[in-house]
């Protein structure tokens, strides 16, 4: 087939897990959009998106997820030609940011199994260039998770991966070196908005917690699950109870598409004895005001990346709760190894004495802040410059 006509510009297929209600993936397709209108201002944007209400003010084309078509043969066939069909309608693919190839989960490999399947098409008939851009890999845990993984690499151009995980998994599985470069999250690659940390005497201290229901709605563990609430509801109580001036605020990353990071904090502040010091914040949508909200805390507790992201960003100490390796892995940057704690065996003393430890080393862990976002802006750029090379190409790379 021929390349669809550039005269009106470079056409970009962003595929992602977009508008589905999660900031972080908002916050991805953000940057990617400001990305590309910076390098390639004539370039028109396509994105997937589930529900288009969360990306309508970055004036991109969305393509809406199929809803599942009949039987699990029928929807697959019926996703592949929709991708297949949205592939052949631009000139350049690119996977942009999150954990895009990983076989966790109730689906296990069936998520790589559609990719393989699309980009095998786009190889053997359309072979418009593909890039995976700020992306995470793994886990891969499945031999069918490995082939299917083996053939994303074949029929792919370029992975620009966020972290050295992701780059030695795709060693591993084969990926050639020259498709191979090391740069970071997609978060980093834009500076935060600027906030107000308001300070002075009589002003609240404000502690942001991000929790949410991984093991309930990922592994299907409810103890787990349990166990991590009562943590939460732990923390809440004594840090509440030892400290008359603070807020806590329960900071929704997710709503409710997937699992309700809300309705996790919902439960957390009806538990506690100290509700009325307790603020809930759903998500609805609005970026800028998830940036201003973050600026605004002193201290952090959280699980989700792009929450610890927010706080590396805006200079506001956090406790890192890894519930899997990327939370961990980000947090090895800024955080010493004894303040990241594990989301599935924390409890609420655990988590009480690693925030009265990060309050004590507050000045040091800032400056550990500001000397690792020096390192990652260097990232950024080898990762930039890679895009721009992308953006410019009208063949395989």
Known sequence: MKSPSATDG????IWGYYGCQN?????????????????RPDAAISATVADDRFVRSLQVTPLPVAPRRGSRVLSLLSVIRDRVRAIAANDLVLFGGGTQIFDRGKNRWYPIMTFALVLAANRLFLRRPVLHFGIGMGPVETGAGRFFSR???????????????????LERLGCPENKLLLSCDLAYFLPAPSGDRAGGEGRALKVALSAFPYYQYVERDPVANQNLLQAAIGFT????????????????????FANDDHEFGLRIREASSCRDRIHCHPYQGDIERLHALMAGMDLAVGMRLHFNILCYLHGVPVVPLAYQQKVASEAAR???RELVLDARSVTGEGIYQAVTALMERRAATLARYREALAELASLAQQGREALQSFLASQRRL
């Not at 470079?10 to 297929?13: A, E, N």
């Not at 900031?23 to 390098?39: K, N, V, Y």
């Not at 109580?237 to 409710?256: C, N, R, S, T, V």
Request: charged residues 25%; negative net charge.
């Open 23 to 39: 900031a972080g993936d908002d916050i991805l397709l953000g940057t990617l959009c400001t990305l590309i209108r910076q390098l």
């Open 237 to 256: 109580d004594k840090f509440l109870q030892g400290h008359p001036e603070a807020e806590i605020h329960l900071i929704a990353m997710q709503g409710a």
């Open 10 to 13: 470079t056409k970009v297929l």
């Open 334 to 336: 800024f955080a010493d």
């Open 151 to 169: 053939v994303v690499i074949r029929c792919s151009d370029l992975f620009v991966v966020r972290d050295r995980d992701s780059y030695r998994l």
